[in-house]
C-alpha cells in the first residue's frame, strides 16, 4: 500500500494561484510516477500532470504554461504549482502514484482522497 495524502486546495480568485502537495508517509514516492488528475462537476476525470520517477514532465494543454509539477524526493513530496487560475480549472484534485521507472501516469495503481480547488470570484 501507498497512502497519499494531497492537500494545499482552496478558495482563490481568477488569476491567482496555488500550490498543491501530495504526500506519503511511511514508504518512499521514489520508484513511482506521479501525477495529478482532476475531476470538474458532471465532467470525466481528466489528467492535469505527471512526473516521472527521472523528473520527465508532461501537462494537459488547458494547463500547459500555466501548471508546472516537481518532486522533492527528500521530503517525499510532489507539488503541482498552479499559477493564473481560471474558473474552469475548479475541480477536485487527485495524486496518482504509478509504479516503475518507465511509468508515466498511465495506469496509477494507487490515489488519494482529492483535495477541492475552487476558483471563483
Known sequence: QL??????GGL?????????????????????AI???????????????CISVSG????ADSVKGRFTISRD???NTV???MNSLKPEDTAVYYCAADFGAQAM????DYWGEGTLVTVSS
Not at 497512502?3 to 494545499?8: F, N
Not at 482563490?12 to 513511482?32: E, F, I, K, M, N
Not at 501516469?105 to 496509477?108: A, G, L, V
Open 35 to 49: 501525477g495529478w488528475f482532476r475531476r470538474a462537476p458532471g465532467k470525466e476525470r481528466e489528467r492535469v500532470s
Open 105 to 108: 501516469c498511465n495506469m496509477p
Open 12 to 32: 482563490v480568485q481568477p488569476g491567482g494561484s496555488l500550490r498543491l502537495s501530495c504526500a506519503t508517509s511511511g514508504s518512499t514516492l521514489d520508484y513511482y
Open 79 to 81: 507539488y503541482l504549482q
Open 73 to 75: 524526493n527528500v521530503k
Open 3 to 8: 497512502p497519499l495524502v494531497e492537500s494545499g
Open 56 to 59: 520527465m514532465t508532461n501537462y
